[in-house]
Every structure is written in C-alpha cells, then in structure tokens.
Nanobody
Framework: EVQLVESGGGLVQAGGSLRLSCAAS????????IGWFRQAPGKEREGVSC????????YYRNSVKARFTGSRDDAKNTVYLQMHSLKPEDTAVYYC???????????????????WGKGTLVTVST
C-alpha cells in the first residue's frame, strides 16, 4: 500500500522558517519523482516543487524560488521542503505526492499525481 505521511507544519511568523518532511512507503521510492503541492482556503491545489528521482533535480514555482528548497534522502524514503522567508500568502495545507514518472516536467501539476498524502497545515501570521 502506498503511503505518504507529511509532518512539520505549524504556525510561524512572517519571515520565519519551517521544514516539512514526507515519509514514503509502499513503492519504489528511489525511482519515483515526488511533488510538493499546496492548497490555500478557497483556492485550487497548486504545484510548489518537484524533486526528480535518480539525479534529484528540483523545480520550483516562481513565487517560492530562492525561498524554498526541496530535497530527498533515498536511504530514508523521505523528501523534505525547507521553507525560509515565509509570507502570509504561503499559508496553506501542504501535500506531498507520488508522481507517475521518474522525472519532473516542471514544478508539478495535479494531473501528474498518482497518490496524495493527507497534508500538513502551514500558517504564516503577520
């Protein structure tokens, strides 16, 4: 059974940092691209970052470039999203997702997702 379990969300002041983790199991993790997505209240779910398998190449949506860093540890079947300089507009439920392919096409779109985690809430206060 495929499982993706996010952790690390919480309440942080604007300008602060958080690191999200996603522990994966039930599939060939090292051969699978993993995406980070988010959904703010009243908005559609959007791609934030994609971390490719094999070479670990990463892609980011423009609004988080230079602030967020995605990484993976294949030995631990875990991906991370380090977030710095957080802004109130980053407030959302953050999801990690197993993508269909090994590589990222871009920072990720919901159509590429094979399986979703349940999400972790990030709230950035002013």
């Amino acid at each position: 059974e495929v499982q993706l379990v996010e952790s690390g969300g919480g309440l942080v002041q604007a300008g602060g940092s958080l690191r999200l983790s996603c522990a994966a199991s039930g599939f060939a993790f090292e051969y699978t691209a993993i995406g980070w997505f988010r959904q703010a209240p009243g908005k559609e779910r959007e791609g934030v970052s994609c971390i490719g398998s094999r070479d670990g190449s990463t892609y980011y949506r423009n609004s988080v470039k230079a602030r967020f860093t995605g990484s993976r540890d294949d030995a631990k079947n875990t991906v991370y999203l380090q977030m710095h300089s957080l802004k109130p507009e980053d407030t959302a439920v953050y999801y990690c997702a197993k993508l269909y392919g090994q590589y990222c096409l871009d920072y990720g779109s919901p159509e590429e997702v094979d399986h979703w985690g349940k999400g972790t809430l990030v709230t950035v206060s002013t």
